[in-house]
């Protein structure tokens, strides 16, 4: 079983989140994207635990600054996609798209979703039905396309719309009342939407992240996986 712990990083800038995730049988734990060091390590503290490895979706500042601390306070190994090896700082392990990687006896498959930076993954632990977005999949809207093009995002989308209803998704950033007017009206305020936006705004009034909601909530109320075809996904 997987044990997933949302870690709220640059609360006035960017919202980022890191995450910490701990295999419970073998405990063994890492920490998905950190941001910055100090909330990651505070949580760490926090939990008792060590993490062994550091996993990267996307090369970006604001999800690889604190690998480097990380690293070197508790010996971690830092782990991205092969291709990005040569721009993350002190990348120790490269992953295959299509492969797998272990944590302890949780295992993740690795999706490339290439299109907000090439070489972006994804991190889906498939019998626990968790899957890290990165900058991809945010609630309620997608990450901007900086590398890729707009049939690389659409693909992307595909491949994550082609995962089970019942997944639930971690993204890369707090985001969702961003995305909340355009969803709203997208949807014409439907029943799904607004049972969406209730559950969201419950959550962050309680000091919670809106994450995870499932992928199935997501299709119902997302307009960029709503979309079916690539000139309607170009057109929002
Ligand atoms: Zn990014
Ligand atoms: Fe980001």
Redo the contacts with the bound molecule.
Sequence with gaps: MLEVYPVLCRPDYMDNYAYIIIDTISQTAAVIDPSEATPVIKKCDDLGIKPQYILNT?H?F??VDGNIELKNKYNAQIVCNSADIHRIKGADIGLEAGKTFSLGKSVAEIIDVSA??IGHILYYFKSDKILFT??TLFNLCI?GI?EGTAEQMFAALQKIKSLPDDTLFYP?HEYTMGGAGFAYNYNHGNEDIQKYLTKARDRLASGLPVAPMSLGEEKKCNPYLEVNTLTEFKSL
Excluded: E, N, R, V
């Design positions: 996307h970006h604001d999800h907000h930076t990165g900058d990450g900086f890369g």
